[in-house]
């Protein structure tokens, strides 16, 4: 069973920086794409960075030029910098993977279990 672990969360200054970690572990044979999403409270889940296993990286509008996501793909793991965090940044933030966990499977969807971030003063 393939399961994703985010760590890197905390409580953070106006304008600090924080890096959220997400390790696969279990059978993974292929990662197609790592991505993280975040849900601020009382809102929907949003798409906030997302990089292919040929390292093509997107962000949405809210955080780009701030947010950095990179991916390892030998050792399983993406990372999400954060820099200039403001209070909109705030939100409980998941990973997400497309995995191929055999060769002879299609791809599917895993969630970690989030992370919360909190930007305040």
């Known amino acids: 069973q393939v399961q994703l672990l985010e760590s890197g969360g905390g409580l953070v200054q106006p304008g600090g920086s924080l890096r959220l970690s997400c390790a696969a572990s279990?059978?993974?044979?292929?990662?197609?794409?790592m991505n993280w999403y975040r849900q601020p409270p009382g809102k929907q889940r949003e798409l906030v960075a997302t990089?292919?296993?040929?390292?093509?990286?997107d962000y949405s509008d809210s955080v780009k030029g701030r947010f950095t996501i990179s991916l390892d793909d030998a050792q399983k793991m993406t990372y999400l910098q954060m820099n200039s965090l403001t209070p909109d940044d705030t939100a409980v933030y998941y990973c997400?993977?497309?995995?191929?966990?055999?060769?002879?499977?299609?791809?599917?969807?895993?969630w970690g279990q989030g992370t919360q971030v909190t930007v305040s003063s």
């Open positions: 279990g059978p993974v044979a292929r990662i197609i794409n």
């Open positions: 997400n993977a497309r995995i191929q966990w055999s060769p002879l499977r299609n791809p599917s969807d895993y």
């Open positions: 990089v292919t296993n040929t390292a093509n990286t």
